[in-house]
């Protein structure tokens, strides 16, 4: 009779987990808003559509996971399926929460969206627009990674065009129109997941693969150039010509032609990426506040890896036990952190045991055990109430999924094809609920009223068939002013003036 209970519960566990889990989760994407949790944003595989955490979610990031949660993006701006995802957020000076998203479509071109968070929890279309017509052209399944600087610095996004090459688009209150910023990195040879990260608008660092040893990792040097380098084996010196008219050997950068590069083989390195082969899908940069950078991917071993920076070197950091870092639902897995570089804090958010979980690190560099996030703002004796499994129980019953008998795989594979089928159903329920708010909220192609009757203009001062978005019209990042100094450089002065809604304050 225990035997039979034992089964039945776990077949229940594996249909339940493949009809509402999350096990064709795609890419995956975090911010931090500074005073909420951590938002996340995921799309699903199956059916395309991206899911975001609830906006108002009060210490606990709550992920609910179905439709209610899906971006009302516009039906002609759909993201592909497998698209890579960048979101940055901030907070207005009249309290309200906001964030940017960047996806890419089916004709590969790359959108950016701007979404407010509403009484609910849920993010409301402040506009999309296509913000990739100015380039020369964007690579299909590009990585996408995107910063806000400061109300004057704006936005950056970071993609790769047909070359593989690593290349931006900027917009700037001072700018007015989004441009193209050019190539960040000519070398051809690095994989497309990427990340960004910055301490100020002066100091900017990217991250890609590059083939099945090394990471390289951009540094904005002076505003001016990007210096290249990689590790564990690093780049061979290039010869350039000085201000004073000479040949001299530096790092690669920006400027440095894709046949220049190579790899200095006659250092030996005296560590190795562990359980890399550079098909990473989500790699991510992290800084603390101690100015230092971490680099996170989930390894070929389906575990969490850590490279940190010290000095001007790199190493691997040690690993953590499987309850901070529980082992990911596959192998080089999606990955999505953020961080505060104010506290030193960081979040990573995967998929394990077919649940979403967040990993946390402290302000005191501590490591904490993971958990899984809830679907709704409920306290720990409510969970417990209603008999919510701790994460070890959760991945237990994955575990236990893994290891099933040859009895039930039929039933799993009709379960299989029932979550394919509501996947279906969702996307198109999503659909018809993106043409309806798209023929309300005004079109891609033509500026709603709450935005004007601008056009944006390239740096050609060609005008796009997008409609315009002014940020000074309704929004102020919270962690930057006008000077461009970040808000705990200022603390101490008491000059921070942005509001902070006395909700969030009262958290």
Not at 48 to 56: D, H, K, T, V
């Amino acid at each position: 009779m225990a035997c039979r209970l034992v089964r039945a519960t776990v077949i229940f566990a594996a249909s339940w987990t493949l009809l509402v889990g999350l096990a064709q989760a795609g890419a995956i994407a975090v911010w931090n808003p500074d005073v909420y949790a951590p938002q996340v944003i995921m799309q699903d595989d199956a059916s395309g559509i991206i899911f975001s955490s609830r906006c108002n979610s009060n210490g606990s990031t709550i992920f609910p996971n179905d439709v209610s949660s899906a971006l009302d993006i516009d039906k002609r701006l759909l993201p592909r399926r497998k698209s890579r995802l960048a979101a940055v957020g901030w907070w207005s000076e009249d309290g309200d929460q906001w964030a940017a998203i960047q996806h890419q479509t089916k004709d590969n071109a790359i959108v950016h969206s701007l979404w407010m968070c509403n009484a609910d929890g849920q993010f409301d279309s402040m506009g999309q627009w296509i913000i990739s017509y100015i380039t020369p052209g964007v690579r299909p399944n590009t990585g996408l990674a995107s910063v806000i600087l400061s109300r004057n610095a704006g936005f950056r996004v970071y993609y790769q065009d047909n070359n593989n090459s690593t290349c931006a688009l900027s917009y700037s209150a001072i700018q007015g129109v989004w441009k193209y910023d050019g190539v960040v990195s000519h070398d051809g040879a690095q994989g497309s997941a990427i990340s960004a990260a910055w301490t100020t608008p002066e100091d900017i660092h990217i991250a890609r693969p590059r083939g099945e040893h090394e990471i390289e990792v951009a540094r904005l040097h002076n505003n001016v150039t990007w210096e290249l380098s990689t590790f564990p084996t690093p780049l061979e010196n290039v010869t350039t010509l000085s201000n004073s008219s000479t040949l001299v050997k530096s790092l690669p950068s920006d400027s440095t032609n894709s046949t220049e590069f190579a790899l200095n083989t006659t250092v030996d390195a005296s560590w190795t990426l562990e359980a890399w082969d550079g098909n990473t899908t989500s790699i991510w940069y992290t800084i603390d506040s101690a100015n230092k950078s971490s680099i996170f991917y989930i390894g070929t071993d389906a575990l969490v890896h850590q490279v940190e920076q010290v000095g001007e070197s790199w190493r691997m950091a040690p690993a953590q036990n499987a309850s901070v870092w529980p082992p990911a639902d596959s192998r080089n897995s999606e990955l999505g952190a953020t961080y505060s570089i104010l506290t030193g804090e960081a979040w990573l958010y995967y998929m394990s045991g077919g649940h979403m979980v967040a990993a946390y690190r402290s302000s005191n560099s501590q490591w904490e055990d993971a958990r899984v996030l809830g679907k709704s703002n409920v306290t720990t004796a409510e969970l417990q109430s209603q008999g919510g499994l701790t994460l070890q129980a959760k991945i237990g019953v994955g575990v236990g999924i893994g290891l099933g008998v040859s009895a039930i795989a039929g039933f799993l594979l009709f379960v299989v094809l029932l979550r394919r089928r509501q996947a279906r159903v969702d996307e198109e329920k999503w659909q018809a609920s993106s043409a309806k708010g798209s023929s309300e909220d005004g079109s891609a192609e033509s500026p709603s009223s709450a935005w004007g009757s601008n056009w944006p203009r390239s740096s050609d001062g060609s005008q796009s068939p997008v409609s315009v978005w002014i940020p000074e019209a309704h929004s102020r990042p919270v962690h930057e002013l006008e000077e461009q100094v970040r808000t705990h450089e200022l603390a101490d002065q008491e000059r921070i003036s942005v509001a902070i809604p006395e909700k969030a304050a009262q958290h």
